[in-house]
């Protein structure tokens, strides 16, 4: 059985990824080791052995692609940070250290303890069949490398040796987490007031004496600058500009048809009923033979009355997924079941009962119930779809053929765009932009690459058009500056109006500020609150929609000596005041003690396997050049 793991392993290598491979998360395993000896420049060391920056780069791909399939919105130019590419570095490190270990303690996992793994580990009991062997739809459908899945899921049993002695060890205590989880989630009684800047606004009346000098501090001059801009002309050479250019003949289409005839059908699916009489492959001949009369039984029995095949299936089908519902399967289609059942569903007419099937998990008594599908679609009812496939391909036939050429002219002829505009009958399209996308931009005027080209010294000073650049899949786009528009700041007339809202704001909230600290001197001095909100209960499990900065400035109040009372500056104008009245223990309900001992149990574990990689980075020598990481990261 094992060795069909070895021949059906890529769905074995996402789900090691997923589900056995955490400490791998944010590491590609791609070249774990063809790059160990490389020319490539090192980005760290491990024990000795250098790490490249071609390994580098290939474990943030790695990680790249994960989160793309995990999220295919999110923007990639989040994941092309120095950040997360020192997030991938380190985790390749910890790779490498948890390897060097490894083999200083000799440590091998044994073909047999692999085998056993896969057949007893309930992580792998979706990808077994009741008689345990391979799923083989669903790990067809991943095309592993089964060297791959051998070594990783080796590696992996491997690698969790090293950390074992410490990570399966915490010791946690009950009360312990009771204590941590009172701390954390205590709840306080409290009464609020707000005082709130746009109370305070309407009463302020700023002099042009106030305005002007506020406008002229060095400290406000950035919120009323205008960005620098540019007014360009560009031109896109891509697939939809191609395509009205492409012709396409009725021959061609139906061609098209004729060559793609299995694309425009729609599968034929059977449905069938079956008595399962289970006996597994490696029964004795006795066993299989007694399980096959009584299938032989079934089929006689199902023969003579038809109509009742489902009661049949219900009383006496081995099926325990099919036998409540009569047998029945439901609609499948080609490849879904193991292939003599199938051979043996496709070749019955509807109505008819099959002879006895044998297949690896017992004999069928099969009874087909209904088919659907197998028509073929009329070109007619086809061609729009035909039409726009096969204007896509000449399209990109096309592209392929001009995208050097038009490199080439908006080059050679730099100081203007229309003879490429002429000559690919392209039409020239106008915008203004600056340094950065705009927020929400789509397109061309989306690539910062672009951007960076157009705000170049040379596009800038002389006015030359940009090289093509590649703003998308068969997407080059040329642009050229018609006017520059530097960074200036607006004149005080132009946004007189904005400087005394900012103004005016900058003033109540001082205002609210100052208010709010004067009643929290009165509140200390004589207790009285009057005014203040009717009390509440505020916890980190029920903030009552206080905003963070104030909920932790009344869970650190000082609680020794009740009433207490506190003042925190919650920031975009609002001033809270706070009377601490009650102390309570956390809601039993918001985590039961089994559950923090257990959370608390993993908090602990995780600083311990933190604290012991650390110690693993000294004791092999482990040495990072961030400087390399970072330049790798900007160039690209």
Do not use: C
Not at 322 to 340: C, H, I, Q, T, Y
Not at 431 to 436: G, I, L, S, Y
């Amino acid at each position: 059985m094992f060795e069909f793991v070895r021949k059906h392993t890529r769905l074995f290598q996402f789900i090691l990824l997923i589900l056995i491979l955490p400490s791998f998360a944010l590491v590609g395993m791609q070249g774990y080791t063809s790059f160990m000896d490389g020319s490539n420049s090192g980005v760290a060391t491990v024990n000795g052995r250098k790490i490249t920056q071609a390994e580098a780069d290939a474990a943030h791909r790695d990680q790249v692609e994960r989160m793309r399939r995990q999220m295919p919105n999110l923007d990639a130019k989040l994941l092309d940070s120095p950040e997360v590419r020192r997030e991938s570095l380190d985790g390749l490190v910890r790779e490498r250290v948890m390897q060097a270990a490894a083999e200083k303690q000799h440590l091998v996992v044994s073909d047999e303890r692999l085998q056993s793994m896969f057949l007893n580990d309930p992580q792998f009991a979706f990808l077994r069949n009741a008689d345990g062997s391979i799923n083989k739809s669903v790990i067809a459908a991943q095309g592993m490398s089964s060297q791959m899945f051998v070594e990783r899921l080796r590696q992996d049993l491997t690698l969790r040796q090293v950390a074992a002695g410490v990570t399966g060890t915490t010791v946690s205590a009950e009360a312990n987490a009771v204590v941590a989880f009172d701390a954390l989630l205590q709840q306080r009684e409290v009464q609020l007031q707000r005082f709130e800047a746009k109370d305070f606004a309407a009463r302020i009346e700023p002099s042009d004496a106030q305005i002007e000098a506020f406008y002229k501090d060095p400290l406000n001059a950035a919120q009323f600058q205008m960005a620098e801009s540019a007014q360009i002309q560009y031109l896109v050479l891509d697939l939809e500009a191609l395509k009205a250019g492409v012709s396409v003949n009725e021959d061609d289409l139906r061609k098209y048809f004729d060559e793609n005839a299995s694309r425009f059908s729609v599968a034929e699916e059977r449905r069938a009923s079956h008595i399962l009489i289970k006996s597994e492959k490696g029964a004795s001949a006795a066993e299989r033979a007694k399980a096959k009369a009584l299938a032989e039984d079934m089929l006689a029995q199902a023969r003579k009355t038809p109509n009742a095949f489902g009661d049949l299936a219900k009383k006496n089908s081995q099926d325990e997924g099919s036998a409540p519902n009569g047998g029945d399967l439901d609609f499948f289609g080609r490849g879904a079941m193991v292939k003599p059942f199938e051979d043996a569903a496709y070749a019955l007419k509807k109505g008819e009962i099959s002879n006895i099937v044998e297949s690896d998990f017992g004999f069928h008594v099969i009874q087909l119930t209904g088919i659907r599908g197998g028509d073929k679609k009329t070109f007619e009812s086809v061609r729009a779809e035909i039409e726009a496939d096969v204007r896509k391909q000449l399209a990109q036939k096309r592209f392929s053929e001009m995208a050097e050429q038009f490199s080439n002219m908006v080059y050679e002829q730099s100081d203007s765009l229309q003879p490429a505009a002429d000559k690919f009958k392209l039409a020239i399209s106008t915008a203004t932009v600056q340094r950065n996308p705009a927020p929400g931009a789509t397109g061309p005027l989306a690539s910062a690459k672009l951007l960076d080209a157009l705000f170049g010294n040379e596009s800038l000073r002389n006015k030359r058009n940009t090289e093509a650049v590649e703003t998308g899949a068969n997407q080059l786009v040329a642009a050229r500056v018609v006017q520059h528009n530097p960074s200036h700041l607006q004149a005080l007339a132009d946004v007189k109006v904005q400087v005394r809202a900012q103004l005016v704001r900058k003033l109540a909230i001082a205002e609210a500020v100052k208010a709010g600290e004067a009643r929290l001197a009165a509140l200390k001095k004589d207790g009285d609150v009057a005014g203040m909100s009717a009390a509440v209960v505020v916890s980190r499990a029920q903030p009552r929609e206080l905003p963070r900065k104030v909920l932790d400035g009344i869970l650190a109040a000082d609680a020794s000596k009740l009433p207490s009372f506190v003042g925190v500056d919650a920031g975009d104008g609002v001033f809270v005041v706070a009377s601490l009245s009650k102390v309570l223990p956390r809601d039993p309900a918001v985590v039961d003690t089994k559950r923090a001992a257990q959370q608390y149990a993993q908090a602990w574990n995780a600083v311990e396997s933190d604290a012991f990689f650390e110690a693993m980075k000294t004791r092999f020598k482990v040495t990072l050049k961030a400087a390399s990481s970072a330049a790798s990261a900007a160039t690209r």
